[in-house]
């Protein structure tokens, strides 16, 4: 059974930074890609950016390249969202999720982060609100 479990989150001021973590954990096939997905009332749920486990490839959505980073740590099956310059835009749920493929990791980023299918897992969300 994976479980996916997050933290982080808060509120900030525009211009300001936070970090959301991902910790996984019950994968049972071989490969697979965690993503870190945002969603506002109202409007369809984005895919804000993913990661392979195994290769580490990433995608990032256009709104956030280059303001966000998404790392992982293998050994402490952590996933991290580094969001800098913060915009009030950026306010919205966030949940980390993940989908398994028995092809690759780059595949499962491909389907879930590029072709938006739906993730297998989904963590329980948390409230990002930037505001001043």
């Known amino acids: 059974q994976v479980q996916l479990e997050e933290s982080g989150g808060g509120l900030v001021q525009p211009g300001g930074s936070l970090k959301l973590s991902c910790a996984a954990s019950?994968?049972?096939?071989?490969?697979?890609?965690i993503g870190w997905f945002r969603q506002v009332p109202g409007k369809e749920r984005e895919a804000v950016s993913c990661?392979?486990?195994?290769?580490?490839?990433?995608h990032y959505a256009d709104s956030v390249k280059g303001r966000f980073t998404i790392s992982r740590d293998n050994a402490k099956n952590t996933v991290d969202l580094q969001m800098n310059d913060l915009q009030l835009e950026d306010t919205a749920v966030y949940s980390c999720?993940?989908?398994?493929?028995?092809?690759?990791?780059?595949?499962?980023?491909?389907?879930?982060?590029?072709?938006?299918?739906?993730?297998?897992?989904w963590g329980q969300g948390t409230q990002v609100t930037v505001s001043a």
């Open positions: 019950g994968f049972t096939l071989p490969h697979y890609a």
């Open positions: 999720a993940a989908h398994t493929s028995m092809i690759s990791g780059a595949f499962a980023l491909l389907q879930m982060c590029v072709m938006a299918e739906d993730p297998d897992y």
């Open positions: 990661i392979s486990g195994s290769e580490g490839k990433t």
